[in-house]
């Protein structure tokens, strides 16, 4: 492969701490070889050299999401979608619900639409109580009551199953199932662990397993189009190892898959299957020396712990609880998240803690403070994933601790106007994911999709933090709470790639970084920033091959 120029339109380095742009990009093979300006590039190339003249288009480092699930991904797009807003994926188009009746009619023509011959199960993702109404066993059976249902929260941490879908099942121990204390069986609804041991503890994954291949595919195509080209599976593994390393192998290093993989390793899975945390240190050694090559790396110094509930669920953990009385879940009890976080701390791992709520923001934050005074460590980049809510105070004591955060703004503008209504009221929905408090704090932040709980569209991500505006009623929430836009623009490239620790490598236009770029229709710091989302991803530049090559 010779070289290839890039020049002619808006080339945006994001390389500094503020917008910069040069007139020509040289590539060769897989690495940036030249940056600087158009005649300097031209003699370094020689006749046979291909010219990529970019006609006013803008050229920017290709984008970077630092937190999304391929498993979950691929489940869920193996999935039918009856969701509260619309989906625009590569291979399908979904108008949203946001009605009981729209919500129940639509479940009953998908269930009337599936031939008998099909799998037995109908499954159905992206119910959402507060807009779709309470559902419960008894519902889903007059619905189907032969026919299995399985209905699968928005927010991922939930299932619902219909009668002849349990009947269905084989159970290792249904008594154990029964008894859980996030199982509710007679309603058919199995939240945060108790979805996790439906899914360990019976024949539910047997009968999801034969769609995963066809959603690992949907994933990647959908990522691509985003103009992503380095992704962080943000814990792994998180619904079967041997079937993700066997998907690992097969899709994601496949050099038909335009771009790399980071894998952080899952605290919870590999202290189940080991039994000891040191033992899941070394194990993760192991897996990583059997699983990564030049396209995909398993980490051995960063781990993934969770906390609180689900965001979409109302289930994270609120100091102020929720107005209608319901309360928060922990997927890890502050005991033992503060055990993990000390066994990964000792062994000098960055470590990722799920956070949604204030209240767990402030258990992780104590955490982090008394593990700094017992052992300190000079770059421990603890880091904050989600990050619905947080205070000022909290914004203050993150910087102070030295934490980063991984934020998903999308939230805010699918949650706002519904959670204003229900269970946290106005004063507290219409702030919730407050970065502009980091970006004033001078924390290190990136923005992330947590596919499919936004989509892969980091454009997106970066036009609901830059603007705060709702879906539904298209408000503005307190603006001095918005990103900036070069800070928003660097959290879905450079900033990501540093709390990845990987800006060596990609992040930013600059020499000696892989050719990772994507083209754009517009120049994002140059438009109208409520036009931001809907700039066309024209194509991307994966290590130096062009996604329409």
Sequence with gaps: MGKTAYYGGDIATMGGDREEYVECVVTEEKQIVFVGTLKEGSEKLSKTDKHVDLKGKCLMPGFIDPHIHPSMAALILSMDFITPFDWNLPDRTIKGVRTKDEYLENLKILISSKKKEENNWVITWGYHHYFHGQISKEILDKLSPERPLLVWHRSFHEVFLNSAALNDLECEDEQALKSHPQVDWNNGHFFEKGMEAIISGSTLFLILLPYLEGGYKSAVRAIEAGGITTIADMEFPMIDESLEFEMCNKILKSTQTKFSTYCVPSSRFYLKNTGSH????????????????????????????????????????????????????????????????????????????????????????????????????????????????????????????????????????????????????????????????????????????????????????????????????????????????????????????????????????????????????????????????????????????????
């Design 278 to 549: 040191t033992a899941a240190i070394e194990q993760i050694s192991e897996k990583s020396e059997k699983l990564s090559n030049d396209q995909l790396h398993m980490y051995t110094d960063h781990a993934k712990v969770i906390g609180d509930g689900a965001f979409f669920s109302q289930l994270m953990q609120m100091k102020d609880g929720y107005t209608d009385g319901h309360s928060g879940e922990w997927f890890t009890d502050p005991e033992n998240m503060e055990e993990t976080m000390r066994e990964y701390w000792k062994h000098n791992f960055q470590i990722h803690v799920h956070t949604n709520g204030d209240l767990a923001m402030e258990v992780v934050l104590d955490i982090v403070q008394k593990l700094s005074q017992e052992m300190p460590r000079k770059l421990h980049r603890t880091t904050i994933e989600h990050a619905g809510f947080f205070t000022k105070d909290q914004a203050s004591r993150l910087k102070e601790l030295e934490c980063l955060v991984s934020a998903n703004p999308y939230y805010h503008y699918v949650l706002a106007d519904k959670y204003s209504e229900v269970g946290l009221g106005p004063a507290r929905a219409e702030t919730m994911c407050p970065l502009g408090l980091l970006e004033q704090a001078g924390v290190p932040l990136a923005l992330h999709s947590d596919f499919t709980m936004a989509p892969a569209q980091p454009l997106l991500l970066a036009w609901a933090a830059i603007n705060r505006v709702t879906a539904v009623l298209k408000k503005c929430n307190h603006p001095e709470l918005a990103l900036s836009v070069f800070t928003a623009l660097r959290g879905i490239t450079l900033s990501a790639a540093e709390i990845l620790g990987i800006s060596d490598k990609v992040g930013s236009i600059e020499v000696g970084k892989e050719a990772n770029l994507v083209i754009l229709e517009e120049n994002p710091f140059k438009i109208d920033p409520m036009d931001i989302k809907d700039i066309k991803v024209i194509r991307s530049v994966f290590r130096g091959l062009s996604t329409v090559d």
